[in-house]
């Protein structure tokens, strides 16, 4: 079976279940949105594939290996990800944050100035738009920034699997729209791209594939215009919604009325 | 044009410097010992010392100086420079180390409490009669703080900087009593005194068996570390960050943390608690080098090499002939910098 799949995925973090019989593909060459609202178990999930939290039940297998089980190394070869946010407080430059990406093809003792290196992190550099920001320090940039360095990171790891959890949350609207370009432009190449999304319109117009989580489960999945229906979103997010066909040729908007009375979640504050 | 030029020079000069800076450091270090070794009250040259040397080396058939000089030279001043190298080296490795596995920036075994759970156990095996096994009452002292300390951490729900060095403040408090409590119940007069000058971290009557603990301790542990130099640049974004990388992240942080607890504990059996080498150190060679492990690593271990050989040339010869536990002088210089980190990372307390 080609692509990612996840099949009956639970995962359980002190003693809450996060994740239940979670089940979703991400095709080969495509763009797989993950929605859901807060706390449907999007990150716990995505951490879950990547073997980064462990699986209590279920598989996760892509192009027919499993993922979550493999070996750490033979993983970052071969899967990339990019978190929500990551920071640090040590004076580490933008082309040595990108070069971590490197890491999992390096042995211990190699030495530092590989060429070959130094070139896939400049392209990579240059692929995210962060080629003028090389010899800046991470720690001074935006959060936006910071984001698209990141994912110059993960470009860096040539990866075959690219899993992105709110890569566009810090992103103003031209830097998002680049971004999705990027991601389309390298499932296209082959690569098969996941990631996290809150911004429906986003999803609507720029993936291939969606699949929605509600309470730790993964309640749809399909082709975005048939999926991210006024019902869907009612029974998912709790408001009330229209899709609004794009004027002249131009891409269907979600509009957003008003919240309903009773359904959907419930949130604290 | 000019900037471009201008560039391109300064940018080749770096290129030299990044080059050139492990050798120089080594050439320094190489000049200090022989310059720490002519330091004090009976003079000798440099090329009397490192006559002596090669006279006990068997690379030379007479030693070029009395039998009495011979002995100052080859018994008492080496084998103290060696190990104050050595000290040195192995407590900067250590905080670099914790530095970034901590990913806190005031990590060191000292602030950590780490050395003072290792003097704990050394004089807790010194009183009990165990003098020779003092090394490995270091180590377990220095590794059960260690495991104290990740265990609060833990109850804490993640050690954020702050509360690391609160808990290694309570660490430290405990085991300080409880040595307080053992020297005041059984040492007397003499050794009493002893005990404490050592407590304050000093290298006076280091011998060739220090030395070689410290070299040994150094070549069993520097390797695993020094090898671990790209996994720990990968732990600058957090644990998930570095596994996505495909570090094994629980097995190297319990190698390295166990390493760390080594060359405290005997660090700290040789040296005494020694504090400040360990947050000094890495800082300085961090803004000189950059944040790169492969590189900070080496650096930092013969910065501190240079480093506590000096301070324990000034603690031996400042004051002569009374001698200053070292670790005065370290904490005198560790402590304004400490000061200096906090209000640099100020966000993150």
Redesign the interface.
């Known amino acids: 079976m080609s692509g990612l799949r996840v099949e009956l995925a639970r995962v359980v973090l002190g003693g809450r279940t996060i994740v239940r019989e979670a089940g979703f593909t991400a095709p080969t060459g495509a763009v797989t949105g993950l929605i859901g609202p807060n706390g449907a178990g999007k990150s716990t999930l995505i951490?879950a594939m990547?073997?980064?939290v462990p699986l209590a039940a279920g598989r996760v297998t892509f192009e027919g290996a499993d993922l979550a089980g493999m070996g750490?190394?033979?993983?970052?070869?071969l899967a990339?990800?990019v978190?929500q946010s990551?920071?640090?407080?040590?004076?580490?430059?933008v082309r040595?944050?990108v070069g971590?990406?490197r890491?999992?093809f390096?042995s211990?003792?190699q030495a530092?100035t590989d060429e070959g290196d130094a070139a896939i992190v400049a392209a990579a550099l240059a692929e995210a738009g962060m080629s003028g920001f090389a010899d800046r320090l991470y720690p001074t940039l935006s959060g936006g920034e910071q984001q698209r360095v990141q994912l110059a990171r993960a470009l860096a790891?040539t990866p075959r699997l690219l899993v992105l959890d709110e890569p566009t949350s810090h992103l103003d609207i031209r830097a998002q729209l680049l971004v999705l370009e990027l991601l389309r432009r390298r499932a296209a190449g082959g690569c098969t791209v996941v990631l996290a999304l809150h911004d429906l319109n986003l999803a609507l117009n720029h993936c291939d594939h969606v699949a929605v989580m509600k309470d730790g489960a993964v309640v749809a999945e399909g082709a975005p215009a048939s999926i991210l229906t006024p019902a869907l979103l009612l029974a998912v997010y709790g408001v009330h919604a229209r899709v609004l066909p794009g004027a002249g040729g131009a891409a269907p908007v979600i509009a957003f009325d008003r919240p309903a009375a009773e359904a959907g979640p419930q949130y604290p504050d | 044009m000019a900037g471009a030029q201008v560039r391109r020079s300064g940018s080749s000069a770096a290129a030299a410097l990044r080059h050139f800076s492990l050798p120089a450091l080594v050439v320094l270090l190489l000049v200090s010992a022989t310059l720490a070794i002519t330091f004090g009250p009976a003079e000798i040259s440099p090329g009397e010392a490192w006559g002596v040397i090669l006279h006990h080396l068997g690379l030379r058939p007479e030693s070029p100086v009395s039998r009495l000089r011979d002995a100052i030279v080859w018994e008492l001043r080496l084998p103290r420079a060696v190990a104050a190298m050595g000290v040195g080296a192995g407590l900067a490795l250590a905080g670099t180390v914790m530095q970034a596995l901590t990913?806190n920036?005031l990590a060191d075994p000292y602030l950590l409490g780490l050395s003072s759970g290792a003097a704990l156990g050394a004089v807790g095996f010194l009183l009990a009669g165990a003098a020779l096994l003092m090394p490995l009452g270091a180590f377990l002292g220095s590794l059960a703080a260690l495991a104290l300390a990740l265990l609060v951490a833990q109850l804490l729900g993640g050690a954020t900087p702050s509360r690391a060095i609160l808990t290694g403040i309570c660490i430290a408090a405990l085991a300080s009593a409880a040595t307080s409590f053992l020297i005041f119940w059984t040492a007397t007069g003499d050794s009493y005194r002893e005990i404490l000058s050592w407590l304050m971290g000093s290298l006076g009557g280091a011998v060739w068996s220090d030395a070689g603990l410290v070299a040994a301790s150094l070549v069993l542990c520097a390797p695993v570390i020094l090898?671990?130099?790209?996994?720990l640049?990968?732990f600058?974004?957090?644990d998930?960050?570095a596994?996505?990388?495909?570090?094994?992240v629980t097995r190297l942080r319990w190698t390295l943390l166990t390493a760390t607890a080594l060359l405290t504990g005997v660090m700290v059996a040789v040296g005494g608690a020694i504090g400040f080498v360990g947050l000094v150190v890495p800082h300085a060679v961090?803004l000189a080098v950059?944040?790169?492990h492969?590189?900070l690593l080496p650096h930092a271990m013969l910065v501190g090499a240079i480093f506590m050989l000096w301070t324990d040339t000034a603690a031996r010869s400042l004051f002569d002939p009374r001698e200053l536990p070292v670790g005065i002088i370290t904490a005198l210089i560790g402590a304004p910098v400490f000061l200096f980190i906090l209000l640099r990372?100020r966000?993150?307390t």
């Open positions: 951490g990547l073997g980064l750490r190394r033979d993983r970052a070869r990339a990800y978190a990551a920071t640090t407080e040590d004076r580490v430059s040595d944050v971590l990406g890491i999992p390096q211990a003792w530092d790891q | 990913r920036p090898a671990a130099g790209r996994a640049d990968a600058a974004f957090g998930a960050a596994a996505s990388l495909g570090v094994e961090r950059g944040t790169r492969r590189r990372y966000r993150i």
